[in-house]
Nanobody, 132 residues
């Protein structure tokens, strides 16, 4: 079993154009869950993928981004401390929502790139991001 714990959002309110970094701690390393991702659920909308990263080796990763955040958000994972991050820059009001980190143990890099929510085995509890 893998436990994921997010932090960095919560009661923080960010102004449009500002930056915020979300963190996610995992109880297992990249070898157990080579694919990790961030999803979000905006008010009145379904959960959607934001970004994913797949570990090919401990230092060689492949990232994928939703078109709505590409160029503004950066996903990263530090294998040394089992932490995952989502750096959010140039945020917009439409980035407001509950953000979840997720991990999957099976599937390869192309499955990870697809970021299908039903394929992820483990989920964090979510952290609220408010941009206004």
């Amino acid at each position: 079993h893998v436990q994921l714990v997010e932090s960095g959002g919560g009661g923080v309110q960010v102004q449009p154009g500002g930056s915020l970094r979300l963190s996610c701690g995992s109880s297992r390393d990249y070898r157990a869950t080579p694919c990790i991702a961030w999803f979000r659920q905006r008010p009145g909308k379904e959960r959607e993928a934001v970004a994913s990263v797949y570990h090919i080796t401990d230092t060689w990763t492949m990232a994928e981004y939703a078109s709505s955040v590409e160029g503004r958000f950066t996903i990263s994972r530090v294998s040394a401390n089992n932490m995952m991050y989502l750096q959010m820059d140039s945020v917009k009001p439409e980035d407001t929502g509950m953000y979840y980190c997720a991990a999957r143990a099976s599937g390869g890099q192309w499955t990870c790139k697809a970021m299908e929510p039903t394929g992820f085995d483990y989920w964090g509890q979510g952290t609220q991001v408010t941009v206004s």
